[in-house]
């Protein structure tokens, strides 16, 4: 995640701001210290970094 927004050229608070969260629980989930719900993923990459993803299970 913090490869994709440092390519949209995102600050963690831009990125934050962009979702309804907070700088810190960015800065948490960049750094593995926080456990991520997928719909906050989801949001995170569609909102606040203008990508998809797609999950494939098998």
Known sequence: M???RLEANLTQEELANKIGAKKSYISRVENGKSDIQLSTLFRLF???LGKRINIVIE
Do not use: R, S, T
Request: no cysteine; charged share 50%; net charge negative.
């Open 46 to 48: 569609e909102f606040g």
């Open 2 to 4: 913090k490869q994709e």
